[in-house]
């Protein structure tokens, strides 16, 4: 019993020594709030302030969990952790903050729920936990404008677009790199849309993935998001190619109005053949491989091609010779035809001076004799014409050399002499198709 008695009293002092030994841990204050205050724009990235206060000081930065919210992403900036220096009830208080990244996706109310924080304090050997409080949020409806399916509201947005080569001297089989990067201001990289490449005919694509970042400024401050997209066409045929531009639309989170920002479209043309001389070239190549290697190329083929034309011109000299001169004539004789010469006479349709109208009908009547037509316009009203024109080409005749009395109209004298000559058109016709042959069975 004794022995009994003197091992409980060793057990009591021994734990009495230990709760002597081990200070209590020193309290931590916890806090959660919205970075503005006030209700979040659908699609507008906000920042969650998590600030630790202590009377006492950390040994190491807190561990914050990972959260997960419906109809929103959040994620924990890496920024650098801000020092907080607070008076509370008249006693200095240190602590750190950390800052998790809100985008809401969905309008409405918005929840989000306690979590637990680990930290080391003061000279305690083991973590102290503390739970926030749940942090209530209100997300206001976004309109989107006719054309836009994704919203990404910034501060500012710049599109900066790469092109390589840079040179132009593009060849069937060369490979063109273009480089797009968003820049956004107050936007973290993962609500930034990816750049969509448009295949083109005669080139090959080839995407590679996407690289994403979070910027800092110096002070360990988010300040925005980057993200690079690069894609590769392979040339396959000669030709003129086009890349289209690429634009993107967001919403100025300041002035709130939409704008947009463009990378311009690119345009390049590639030849045959692919001059690239490998770096380290091997050796033994003679004359013959370099004589072949350069008549493909697009300077030996222009050469091939007049060399033939030139041949072509001298083996067939004659004959272009004869081809230009027939060519020539038929060029003359369309100049100088007779329905040139009558298109001269219906401009004269508004024309108030007789001997303008006179000179055209004379030009036009000499040219239609040489197609077996009257030879003046008084035989052509006697045989094609009617009243009308005799009548109007008098009135031109008395205004040139009489006294002028007689009124004529330039569009009635048109029309009649148009009329005449449907009627001469007419007979040939009928004069061309007239058979030569007396008739088989005559009457008398």
Sequence with gaps: ????????????????????AAPPAPPVQVRVHAVPTGSLMQGETARIAVDLLTPDFFTDAPVLPE?????????LSDETPGHLVETVNGQTWSG???????????SGAMEIPSFEITAHVGAARTPVSVQTQPLS??????????????????????LTQTITPQDGSLHVGDTVTRRIEIVAEGAPAMMLPPTTFAPVDGLTL???????????????????????????????HRGHYRLPAVTVRWLDSRTRQWRESTAPEVRFH?????????????????????????????????????IVLGWLGWFFRDACRRGWQ??????????????????AVRRQRQASSAAAMAEAIDAWVRRAADDGAPVSVSAWASRYGDATLRVQWAGVQDALYGQGGSAWSASSLVDALGSARQRWKHSRRRWRHRSALPPLNPLN
Aim: glycine share 8%; hydrophobic share 50%.
């Design 67 to 75: 959260l997960h919210v419906d109809g929103a992403y959040l994620s």
């Design 270 to 306: 590639a030849w045959w053949g692919a001059p690239d001389k490998p770096r380290f070239a091997l050796p033994g190549r003679g004359f013959m491989p370099r004589l072949i290697g350069w008549l493909s190329s697009d300077a030996g083929l222009a050469v091939l091609l007049l």
């Design 206 to 236: 080839y995407a590679a993935s996407p690289v994403t970042r979070d910027a800092v400024d110096s002070h360990g401050g988010f300040v925005g998001g980057d993200r690079v997209d690069t894609a590769s066409y392979v040339i396959g």
């Design 326 to 343: 027939r060519w020539q004539a038929w060029r003359y004789r369309r100049r100088h035809s007779e329905p040139v010469a009558f298109r």
């Design 137 to 158: 949020l209100s997300v206001r409806a976004l309109v989107l404008p006719p054309g836009v399916s994704e919203a990404l509201i910034a501060g500012s947005v710049k």
């Design 1 to 20: 019993m004794k022995a009994w008695l003197a091992s409980c009293l060793c057990w009591v002092a021994i734990m009495a020594h230990a709760d002597q």
């Design 96 to 106: 750190v903050s950390r800052t998790y990244l809100l985008t809401p996706l969905m």
